[in-house]
């Protein structure tokens, strides 16, 4: 490739698994021992909290109370966008039954997990479209059990918005505990919740640490790393909004990298231009992650041509990608790894993570290249089952004795045998591995 870096990053994202590691393994070992006593002493070492962990349907209702009517709006709304949308997700995967042979039929089953974990961030950020994102698909899907876990307000409790929205979604049960505790709390069934078959839901690196553990015990979304965009823009595309855009995804933590690729020299200097104001023109916190994640993992890159920017954006594989430029069918066709695709000006990766009605949790750190994201298929379980006539299991009988005997396991070989003698006692095959 001939690319050119007019701005190349100084860092990757890659945090210190080692120390995170131990210390997230000690935490779900204290806790799987020691039980609610242990997740309590936890939330209130790193929660800062020591109150009622089980929200009451009082307490519930009480937060909801505090939630304007316009936020309320709003949470339904995305609400239902993501509800719509996964129904229609839900609707491609069906129960299916086909005949292999004359007698021998296989089929295939979509299953929900029983129960859902579903975290919700509340640390740097209030993450209410979180909730919204992670407890409708798993309603939608069919899941039985819905539990939410957030960490809550030093001293006061969950945000009254997450609580509200984790109920208006479906949610069965809202727990006020953050971090490992929370994770464990759902993975080990404490606070008379199930144990979840699934947990799924963004979180920091300790969150993303503790799911990598338990991973295979109970079944995880995906392991997340830092949020990353990517930008695809050509000439005719609007500096101003490209550089908007690249600074409202920054702003999601100081080791959010953000790309811009693009065939026209002229856009990425105006951009490089433009970036510094719009960041230093953010609120205090929101200004410091942009500086950070703009200074040390952004990337401006200028290529020869289109398919040459389409061949670096799949090298990336970014969490969310965005084209403004022309023939946006083209790329669409063209474009192969990505978490997400927002396709022309008119739409935007914040669209995304707040309200538009695809899911926001997404693969990151390069992971698109071999994974979607978040959907009601999560937590569905795709099962197989078949049957046969007599009639219809005599020929994979002998082919599977003498696969079998090929392969030296005879125990495989005579449970085909006893029924080819059963059924066709009359009968004479060559069941030999050179048959």
Known sequence: ????????????????????????????????????????????KFDKYDGNVRLTPDEIEEASALVPQKL????????????????????????????????????????????????????????????????TTAKVAGCEHITVCSAPQPGVGLYPAIVYAAHACGADKIMAIGGVQGIASMAFGLFEQPKANIIVGPGNQFVAEAKRTLY??????????????????????????????LVSQAEHGYNSPVWLVTDHRPLAEDVLARVPG??????????????????????????????????TSDEYAPEHLTVQADDL???????????????????????????????????TSGAASYTGGLSVHKYMKIVTW??????????????????????????????????????????????????
């Open 278 to 311: 719009l960041i230093a023109d953010l609120p205090e916190l929101n200004r410091e992650n942009a500086e950070a994640a703009w200074r040390d993992y952004a990337e401006v890159m200028v290529c020869s041509d289109r398919e040459e920017m389409a061949a």
């Open 386 to 435: 078949q049957r046969a006539t007599r009639e219809g299991s005599k020929a994979v009988a002998e082919a599977t004795a003498r696969i079998s005997r090929l392969e030296g396991m005879e125990g495989h070989a005579r449970a085909a045998d006893v029924r080819l003698e059963k059924y066709f006692p009359d009968e004479t095959f060559d069941l030999t591995a050179n048959g």
């Open 1 to 44: 490739m001939t690319r050119e870096y007019l701005k190349k990053a100084i860092l990757t994202s890659r945090s210190d698994e080692g120390e995170t590691a131990k210390t997230v393994r000690q935490i779900l070992s204290d806790i799987e021992i020691g039980g609610e006593a242990s997740a309590l002493e936890y939330a209130k």
């Open 329 to 363: 069918d083209w790329w669409l066709g063209r474009l192969r790894c990505y978490g997400s695709l927002f396709l022309g000006e008119e739409t935007t990766v914040s669209y995304g993570d707040k309200a538009a009605g695809t899911n926001h949790v997404l693969p």
């Open 72 to 135: 309320k709006d709003d949470i339904l709304f995305a609400h239902d966008n993501v509800r719509r949308f996964a129904e229609v997700q839900k609707a491609t995967v069906a129960d299916v039954e086909y005949e292999i042979n004359p007698g021998l039929i296989a089929g295939q089953k979509a299953i929900p997990v029983t129960a859902a974990g579903c975290y919700v961030p509340a640390g740097r950020y209030r993450h209410i479209a979180s909730a919204i994102m992670t407890v």
């Open 216 to 245: 295979g015990r109970v079944g995880i979304d995906m392991i997340a790393g830092p949020t990353d965009s990517l930008i695809l823009a050509d000439k005719g595309a609007d500096p101003h909004i490209v550089a908007t855009d």
